[in-house]
């Protein structure tokens, strides 16, 4: 069924110009194999809608949770659900679930007032709800960790998860919110027993750590997860990091969850004009060769703006350089009656020469000068604009000294013609 679909794909389904530059490795469209059905990639589940207003699933209606351990089990329903539908990996929130451990402390609390009223004081009942809510969350994320790592979906492997871990200022359940990614990291740190019963990485979920004010080692009050992030990472290579200041900057004030492949929705709004990411997805993902593209598709694309540069730097350079020239010579018949008078007081023909060189050499190589400096100054930015386009520092800099060297070449030739006949005017009426 791959093969028939990734055939269809790239016969009839694609432009013929996309097929053809998958065929010549300048792109790759992923997921062929599956584009012939009418399912997408991956998306972002909109696990708070469905958690807070139910969802339905093979034709029955599963209600809002009202604890934290039915909560991650519908959301491993829904992850399997999902993950049967599409063809692609999907990210989950978990800033969702904050609400969700809060109802289970205040279903705690309220059992355990109720079965030990003037029976213990306010601090062992706090305590009694504290273990309680701390064995809810434990069970609760342990469920989402087995249930990834074993359900199997309807094209036979594991479903591809990443858990975004994000902590939003203003947000109500941030506590509960905190309590949860610490739980995660910690499991996560442990890892999961093989069949031998040795603990190992888990291939899924995938965790997404988010990087902000509140938690970037520099005192905030969630420092201490990010510690406990560092060191999951060094020993499980999880989680990734994403800095939210960057996000905010990129994606117009907002921080969302990445697709499973690290790649991000653009900012889409509503009808209502609020920004909107969960509950999208995307289709038809293909990735760059840069590496092709270079030597090709960047030389048909750059070549009309190297022509119009060297062609407008060529004329801007003559115009400059003749300006000069005859400002010189004009200069020259100027000067002309001032040289007869200081030959005839005892000026000999050398110093002329010399007066005329130093007069001439100001002219010209003060504004090279000016464009040396402002090259050195200029250099670090077209390096990193040439970088983009992978044309590595040594051929930047190794173009540059050439160009340099023929600028300074021409110009030199002109002082020297210049200078000859600024001399000879005032030689010929001296």
Not at 33 to 58: H, K, R, T
Not at 225 to 235: D, G, I, N, Q
Request: proline share 3%; charged share 20%.
């Amino acid at each position: 069924a791959g093969e028939v679909s990734r055939d269809l794909t790239r016969r009839i389904l694609l432009p013929e110009h996309i097929s053809k530059a998958h065929d010549e490795g300048t792109i790759h469209f992923h997921d062929a194999d599956y584009f012939v059905q009418p399912i997408f990639n991956c998306c972002l589940i909109n696990i708070g809608d469905m958690l807070e207003n139910g969802a339905v699933m093979n034709g029955k209606l599963i209600e809002s949770p009202k604890s934290f351990q039915v909560a991650c089990t519908v959301v491993t329903q829904i992850i399997a659900c999902v993950a049967s539908n599409q063809y692609g990996g999907q990210s989950v929130d978990l800033r969702h679930l904050g609400r969700y451990l809060r109802k289970s402390r205040e279903k705690f609390k309220a059992h355990v007032a109720y079965e030990c009223a003037g029976k213990v004081d306010e601090a062992t009942m706090d305590r009694l709800v504290d273990d309680q809510v701390r064995s809810e969350l434990k069970n609760g994320v342990q469920t989402l960790q087995y249930q990834i790592n074993t359900l199997m979906t309807t094209n036979g492997q594991s479903p591809f998860v990443t858990l975004f871990l994000n902590l939003q200022e203003g947000d109500p359940y941030i506590q509960e919110n905190a309590m949860i990614i610490e739980e995660v990291l910690r499991q996560r740190l442990q890892g999961i027993k093989n069949e031998a019963g040795v603990y190992i990485t888990p291939a899924f979920p995938k965790l997404v750590y988010v990087l902000d004010e509140h938690n970037c080692l520099k005192g905030g009050e969630y420092d201490y997860l990010t510690e406990l992030a560092v060191k999951c990472s060094a020993k499980r290579m999880y989680p990734d990091y994403i800095s939210a200041k960057k996000m905010r900057e990129n994606y117009q004030g907002n921080v969302f969850s990445p697709m499973g492949c690290r790649s991000f929705l653009a900012p889409w709004k509503d009808e209502n004009g609020n920004y909107k990411f969960e509950g999208r997805f995307n289709q038809g993902v293909v990735s760059l060769n840069l590496e092709h593209i270079s030597p090709e598709e960047l030389t048909v694309l750059f070549g009309t703006l190297a022509f119009l540069g060297l062609f407008f730097g060529t004329a801007f350079l003559l115009c400059t350089v003749l300006v000069m020239y005859y400002k010189q010579i004009t200069e020259g018949h100027q000067d002309r009656d001032g040289f007869v008078v200081m030959r005839r007081v005892g000026m000999s023909g050398g110093m002329v020469r010399a007066t005329v060189r130093r007069q001439v050499t100001l002219v010209f190589f003060l504004p090279l000068l000016m464009a040396l400096v402002h090259l050195a100054f200029a250099a670090p930015v077209l390096i990193r604009l040439f970088d983009i386009l992978c044309i590595g520092s040594g051929t930047v800099l190794m173009g540059t000294g050439a160009g340099v060297v023929a600028f300074t070449t021409f110009y030199l030739g002109a002082y020297l013609v210049t200078a000859r006949g600024y001399y000879r005017i005032v030689a010929q009426e001296t």
